[in-house]
């Protein structure tokens, strides 16, 4: 199985994942989070594309506030967490949703509403967005 790296105080999805001596499966992870949106928020040279020259931070606190209002966001529902590189930074701003792995560009709030609305309240990919 693969084992993916995590810190003390945040788990990232994935296929095992030990923390305080127990071990977790995707199945388990679920008790914590449904699903983890994560908002690639490296910031590089300036010279260098990178996420957060398109404002993914706050596109991200954007995300988590808008989930906070519709109770989708806290265990059990929808994890937001900001990330460094995943390493697509020419396709960028990069928005990865675990667990099914589905990538996402966006360009502004409407964007992410509409990723909210269509991907995480009625399960439809966004097309135009998939990154």
């Known amino acids: ?6 810190t003390p105080r945040e788990l990232f999805c ?29 910031v590089k040279a300036p010279e260098k594309k990178c996420c957060s020259q398109a404002s993914a931070v706050t596109m991200a606190g954007y995300a988590k506030s808008r989930l ?15 990330s460094g590189c995943l390493g697509r930074c020419s396709d960028g ?17 409407a964007d992410i509403d509409e990723i909210i609305d269509s991907h995480l309240l009625k399960g439809i990919l966004v097309e135009r967005l998939l990154n």
């Open 1 to 6: 199985m693969l084992v993916l790296s995590y």
């Open 14 to 42: 994935g296929f095992l994942i030990e923390h305080k001596r127990e071990v977790y499966t995707v199945e388990t992870m679920k008790d914590f989070y449904e699903k983890h949106l994560l908002f690639c928020t490296q």
């Open 68 to 82: 906070k209002e519709l109770d989708m966001h806290g265990p059990g529902k929808i994890r937001v967490s900001q």
């Open 93 to 109: 701003p990069n928005l990865l949703i675990y667990p099914e792995g589905i990538w996402y560009t966006y360009q502004n709030q």
